[in-house]
């Protein structure tokens, strides 16, 4: 179903600039904390209260070599055509709103490439879509990247209580690595914990050539 949108332009791969920063806060807020994270599969909310990410720390991410925000972004006037499962249209229609000039974010994530891979982070799909498989899909297009740039793997972090999300990982063929990293627990930037010093656990995919 998602090739299908992406052929037929409802759905749109890219890279973010620094216009793109408000709509990419308002989907990553919405998808990791609050009550509108609550209305996907998995959320932070009960971990954490305050925002995931703010205007300075995106602009910065853009403005470091080797560092790109991905998206996935529906174009609202190309709703109109037909799908062999129009499920998901309806739910992009109710996103959008009557306004058809709309270009609406629906999925995104931070990458950077560096010498230990290509780590994702923060990544977000809208949590009235999170059922469609827009977090699969990304992570494939993540190890279509890695492969392309001879990157050994694929990594992220998560936050150690998040058993459903760490679970989901696993499912995708992500292993523990046994690093554990350190939260910013007392950063208000990154939110402010409800259950005391978190820490993030290391998961990773290797990369093969030959894949």
């Excluded at 904390?33 to 009960?46: F, L, Q």
């Excluded at 006037?77 to 609406?104: A, C, R």
């Excluded at 899909?137 to 999300?165: G, P, Y």
């Amino acid at each position: 179903m998602l090739n299908e949108l992406l052929s037929k332009g409802i759905l749109r791969l890219r890279y973010a600039n620094s216009s793109d920063i408000e709509q990419i806060l308002e989907l990553v807020n919405r998808s990791y904390r609050g009550e509108s994270s609550r209305v996907g599969w998995t959320t932070e909310a009960d971990l954490l209260d305050g925002q995931r990410t703010d205007h300075p720390m995106l602009e910065s991410l853009l403005n470091q070599s080797n560092n790109f925000i991905f998206l996935i972004e529906c174009q609202a006037h190309l709703l109109h055509q037909d799908i062999s499962d129009d499920s998901l249209i309806t739910i992009l229609k109710q996103i959008v709103g009557p306004d058809k000039s709309k270009k609406i974010l629906v999925a995104c994530a931070h990458l950077e490439l560096t010498e230990m891979g290509l780590y994702f982070g923060m990544l977000s799909v809208h949590p009235c879509i999170q059922s469609f498989g827009l977090g699969r899909f990304c992570i494939e297009q993540f190890k279509a990247l890695a492969k392309s740039k001879d990157a050994s793997r694929v990594w992220m972090t998560v936050i150690e209580q998040r058993q459903d999300l760490i679970a989901y990982y696993e499912r995708r063929g992500f292993i523990r690595t046994g690093f554990v990293h350190p939260f910013p627990n007392h950063d208000p930037r990154y939110g402010i914990s409800k259950v005391g010093d978190l820490k993030l656990i290391e998961m990773d995919q290797k990369i093969s050539k030959y894949q």
